[in-house]
């Protein structure tokens, strides 16, 4: 959905040009990304999360090469960004001069319901405004009252818009469970959101994307986050396994930046780290460290 709407009919229909490229962005150097924006004169550079943290991960001396001066606008989409990766993307690839765009939508919104506008609100990683599609954190009772500044709920949307999706094929009735069943005349996304004091909201990921474990439901995306902020971490990803004593026991894939090595000191540094940030409740209890790359 992304690559139709971004890479072909919006820039198109504008009269923009587009560049594409077949395929992987790391071969076969890792600075293709930065290549092709030299080459091409690229202005808008677009893209998710992950593959700017794998290029983060290769080091600031393939973008610093390479002519990066026609880039007027960075853009971010797909999952929530970190923060290390947020700081990063404007200040190595962007040189301090390029705002980022980054947004929330579905392929049900039928379009950007929640953005960052760039240059004209607050500069923060994840944080959107609640644009004029009135988007609303509420409580996870699933009340309808809003939910307070710097605390959690489920994102909802308070009215129609032009882009909205009006049906699931062949099963109008589960569209409405889905969507409009949870709260009384809102959409509910899926996603949980966390609201600021001016009204900007953080995106936490999907809210059936958790692990429940000792009655404590945690988000996947709030854990992996705080993963990758360590300073040994490029990747992370967080998975719930059955515990004979939790119910559900946290497990933890990690992909380590290249100057660190696999190991139970590295491990324990971890569990520590994620203890310390979030929660003795988001434990890892077990983790499986991977180096950046395979040995050859």
Known sequence: MTGRSYVVYGPLALGATTVMFEGTPNYPAPDRFWEVVERFRVSM?????????????????????????S????????????????????TVIGKNRCPIVDTWWQT???????DSFGRYHP?????GNPSFLRCRAHDHQKGRHPMPAQRG???????????????????????WQMYFSQYQGLYFTGDGARKDEDGYFGLMGRVDDVI?????????AEMESTLVSHAAVTEAAVVGFPHNIKG???????????RYAPGPQLHMELVSYVRRVIGPIATPDNSRLRPAKPAV
């Open 123 to 127: 500069h923060q990683a994840g944080l």
């Open 212 to 220: 429940n474990t000792s009655g404590h439901r945690l988000g996947t």
């Open 248 to 258: 559900e026991g946290i497990a933890a894939y990690v992909i380590l930046r290249d």
């Open 45 to 69: 550079f677009y893209n998710a999360p992950t593959a700017i943290r794998a290029m983060r991960r290769e080091g600031r001396a393939w973008a610093e090469r390479r002519d990066l001066g």
């Open 71 to 90: 880039l007027r606008l960075l853009g971010t989409v797909g999952e929530p960004i970190n923060p290390k990766a947020w700081i990063w993307y404007p």
């Open 108 to 114: 049900e919104t039928g379009g950007i319901p929640h």
């Open 153 to 175: 709920g489920y994102l909802v949307i308070k009215k129609p818009w032009p882009g909205i999706m009006p049906t699931v094929y062949g099963d109008h009735e589960r569209f």
